[in-house]
């Protein structure tokens, strides 16, 4: 056996995306070695650790001083029955393993540790130096650079010594405080045009993610409360308020995993009455917008449609008026306080032990969310003059686009942008197809009340209105064969290193 070697180690530790390193080798064309690597721990503290690890068919003690870049660093090699003795000293749920690929790129040679469960797909990329002036003028070459999160060398959490006490990975640490200020000093004017957003850290607790982003809608459910009852008739605050309402519930429902069942119970249902009446108005609203469209298509008289207008405006009216007394309601503001009280505190509705780092949690609720798509999907080509289907479909393309929306800044820069414009175009398809049922069964309904209206124009109208269905169920089938049936184009919201190298 060989003797003890005394040594200085100096090295820098970065976090990985959650993706395969495969993806990083092929982006840069170059090869790698796979070594597999189990150890544990007999001592540990901050600044002394007592490794064993058996790395290919080496088996090795370390003994590390020290933290932060350098490290003084004693290892020996030791036989294979010196290690089985130790190990089966210790905990078993405490061993690490891990895979390690070796590569050198641009003349330095980089190890890019991928952890196996129950810390999978946790990926720490370290780089070693012969002195410290080095180590600190070393800067990521803007090819690796891109899979990076976050530098963390000398983070102690990150430590293999930490993990292996914990076995669980570790968020970075952010005050909430810090993430619900960063609403506060918006101006209210965003809140009232859907653009109210703001940054997070990729690698921060779900679970505060969560909340500030239920912070934030809950101040644009407020503010366009607040307009409308005021007097503000604008159909768009009628339309933030929905689409605030649906966020709220879209987040809930994703990240339901987080959160006390009887907390998750109670945010499902309590914005159901306020949804009910701003449907009604809302309705009116998108059916008064295309009330040209319609007597232009169906060539009806101008006496229908002024008839039309007299029937429909007081219609509106009550529908604003209704609202407005929800809106007045106690249940109302019992929602923004709850929504305010949980947001407010850290823990507070949290399960603690289901708790995550924010873009791990995303990559989960990506992946289930694609697959209620492809389900979707999969039923509208069955039945493709099933109206409902296309609806169900439209709800999941919606979910997907919000979940998305409230982290931009935690996914990839370049591919979300244009992935979420496709989301979007999709979207707009299908809610003009399921906007144009709505009103088919409206204008038939109208058209039984007084037939005066319409004269004998209806039903030309509704067959004119049923095809241009057809054409919106042809153009939405066809942006979601390619965006649907794309797994690439998911996993690069998450995966930042999955082009090709330029």
Known sequence: MKSERASKEIERRFLVVPCSPKTLFKRLQ????????????????????????????????????GEGLVREEIERP????????????????????????????????????????????????????????????????????????????????????????????????????????????????????????????????????????????????????TALLEGDDDPERIHQMRVALRKMRTLIENFAWLLDKNKYRWFREAGKTLMRYTAQARDIDVFLENLDRFFRVGKIPNTGYRSLLSHLRPLRQEAYD???????????????????AFCLQAERGIVTANDTPLLLALDRIVHKRRQTLH?????????????????????????????????????????????LKKLKSLQTLLGEHHDLSVQCQELEEIGRLDDSIFGQELDPLLQRLARDQRKLEKRSLLVAHKLIRKKRAYKRLICRCTAKKK
């Not at 503290?45 to 003994?63: A, D, F, L, Q, W």
């Not at 209704?322 to 305010?340: A, P, T, Y």
């Open 30 to 65: 170059i090869p790698y070695r796979k070594i597999p690597i189990e150890q544990f721990y007999l001592k540990r503290s901050p600044k002394r650790v007592h490794r064993m690890r058996k790395i290919g068919n080496r088996y090795i003690e370390t003994i590390k001083r």
């Open 78 to 225: 030791i036989r294979r029955s010196a290690y089985r003795k130790a190990k089966k000293a210790i905990d078993s749920s405490h061993i690490i393993r891990k895979v390690r690929y070796v590569f050198e790129y641009g003349g330095i040679v980089y190890e890019l540790d991928r952890f196996l469960e129950p810390l999978k797909p946790l990926s720490i990329l370290e780089v070693e130096f012969p002195d410290r002036e080095r180590a600190e003028a070393f800067s990521l070459p803007e090819e690796i650079g891109c899979a990076i999160i976050q530098e963390i060398t000398g983070i102690g959490i990150f430590s293999n010594a930490a993990l292996s006490l914990q076995m669980r990975i570790p968020p970075l640490p952010i005050d909430l405080h810090t993430l619900l200020t960063r609403y506060d000093t918006l101006p209210v004017q965003r809140f009232l045009s859907a653009s109210a957003g703001i940054r997070y850290e990729p690698w921060i607790r779900a679970s505060l993610g969560l909340k500030a982003a239920l912070y934030g809608t809950n101040l644009t459910i407020r503010h366009t409360r």
């Open 322 to 340: 209704n609202l407005r007394k929800i809106l007045h309601h106690e249940s109302v503001r019992s929602l923004m306080g709850s929504l305010d």
């Open 375 to 419: 389900k979707h999907y999969k039923a509208v080509l069955r039945s493709p003059r099933d109206v409902r289907r296309y609806h169900k479909l439209r709800i999941a393309v919606k979910e997907l686009r919000y979940v998305l929306e409230a982290f931009p800044s935690v996914l990839d820069p370049e591919s979300t942008p244009r992935f």
